[in-house]
């Protein structure tokens, strides 16, 4: 029995669907057959348009972004307008410090994409602070 492991992809490339298979529950064949999902066809159901276009601005930002990273904590929208304008907010520097990972005077701003992603370098480190629907959420890279 052959499998088409492409599903809807071009040839030679890796597939970006999921794939569901019913355990029964149907006497039908059809039932018990794969199923391929895209992610966003997972989620469709169950969300609002609004939540939709997050998703679809959040996972094509985070697919650019490093994988040898590690979350460190979050923090609440409020500090995205500040840090859109290249400045790190005084109530933010708070927070990196409660988390104990206090930034030195040297820490700098560079906003990689506005209203989404902005990255902090502080002597040897490097944080990314990445927005979702739920807030700011700030990670670790390893240089």
Known sequence: MGEDNNHGGEAGSASTHVKLVSEGGADAPEAQRARFWSPEQMVASCITPQQMDN???????????????RYAFSVTMEH?????EGVIPESMLQEFEANAAPLSQAARLKVQHA???????DLDKKYSVRMVPTGLLVYSETL
């Open 55 to 69: 998703f679809r601005a959040y996972n094509n930002v985070c697919m650019t972004l490093p994988t040898n990273d």
């Open 80 to 84: 995205a307008a500040k840090l859109d």
């Open 115 to 121: 209203g989404r992603v902005w990255f902090i370098l």
